[in-house]
């Protein structure tokens, strides 16, 4: 298999990686046979993939734009993935010039991609971190340099907390971020869930199996589950729904309906 310019020597192409799939679900080109092999298998089971994923990036840039509304100036993105068109920094930096955003992830590819598109950009910058291991994220040199944890700051982690395990604690990972973060905060969220997908659970966890098989397991929690996240956060309204009726431009009702799978929601610190 030809390697592109753009892959890292480092990464192995053979197998599939959850970011560069979902590259593939929103049109992008960063990504391999491997990966488009994997999202079409997904696929079969759930059709609706791409629009849970276009849904989820419409949420993330309605979000980015409430924060920068609220004054907030500063953007960590955990689980960031690949650039693609309308990104949190263009977001960010439309509505509030001058944002300063940091980018985390631990996929090799989403960090080179990351570090190109951001090259020359003072105002952001990427970091290759694991949401599993907050005190790397909150010490990297690219936090202390763009984000001043004593001020609010937006906190994102969309379509990621459904590849953390439980064993390896994503509600502590997630409270050790949020105790960083200064009173005034927002901490934004989606969540992968079987509630909302219009299929029957059985048919929605062939997909499952899919990440399953690729040793990138998809958790699917509960609304009480990923409620959990919040606590400690006053639910800004109108609170904790699926990502179309999340404060919508439009009318929700003429969305796909698989763009209501999981939730979505963004919490205050007080």
Known sequence: MERPAWAPRSIDISVPSVSRMYDYYLGGSHNFEVDREAARRAMEFMPGLPKIMQANRAFMRRAVRYAADQGISQFLDVGSGI???????????????????????HDPVAVAHSEAVLEGNEDAGIVAADLRKPQEILSSPE?????????????LLVAILHFVEDEDDPYGAVAELGEALAPGSLLVLTHASYEGIPLPPERAGGAVDVYEGIRNPLIMRSREEIARFFEGYDMVEPGLVAMPRWRPDTAPDDEDPYAFSGFAGVGRTA
Not at 143 to 155: H, S, T
């Open 83 to 105: 650039p693609t068109f309308g990104n949190v920094h263009e977001v960010a930096h439309a509505a509030r010039p001058g944002a300063r955003v940091v980018y985390v992830d």
């Open 143 to 155: 936090v202390e340099r763009l984000i001043d944890l004593n001020q609010p700051v937006a906190l």
